[in-house]
């Protein structure tokens, strides 16, 4: 599955944005699909997760409550709606595939995915 990345950009503190993961080849919905974010100088940590079969979702602690993953199947598409943004936010992002029944200790592991988006900027201002 080829993903692509979409929707990032430059908002004030409290804005909201969506972050579109489109596949161009292949079926979204054969894959658990997560979103991570690097920002610089840190390591790649785990945002979101939305499991494959039964589309439950995981959220890191830092987002939960103002980050929503939705999957699309119609649209072969899976969005990460993100509000009252924080410049802490500030990131590259990126979506992930991979052919995995995550749990609780294991969907914000990278190398459970081996199926990788380009990455969108997302740049919060304060």
């Known amino acids: 599955v080829q993903l692509q990345a979409s929707g990032g950009g430059l908002v004030q503190t409290g804005g909201s944005l969506r972050l579109s993961c489109a596949a161009s080849?292949?079926?979204?919905?054969?894959?658990?699909i997560s979103w991570f974010r690097q920002a610089p100088g840190k390591e790649r940590e785990g945002v979101s997760c939305?499991?494959?079969?039964?589309?439950?979702?995981y959220y890191a602690g830092s987002v939960k409550g103002r980050f929503t993953v939705s999957r699309d199947n119609a649209k072969n598409t899976v969005y990460l709606h993100m509000n009252r943004l924080e410049p802490e936010d500030t990131a590259v992002y990126y979506c992930?595939?991979?052919?995995?029944?995550?749990?609780?200790?294991?969907?914000?592991?990278?190398?459970?995915?081996?199926?990788w988006g380009q990455g969108t900027q997302v740049t919060v201002s304060s």
């Open positions: 080849s292949g079926s979204l919905d054969d894959y658990t």
């Open positions: 992930a595939a991979g052919v995995v029944s995550p749990i609780q200790s294991s969907w914000a592991s990278p190398g459970a995915y081996g199926y």
């Open positions: 939305i499991r494959r079969w039964d589309r439950y979702t």
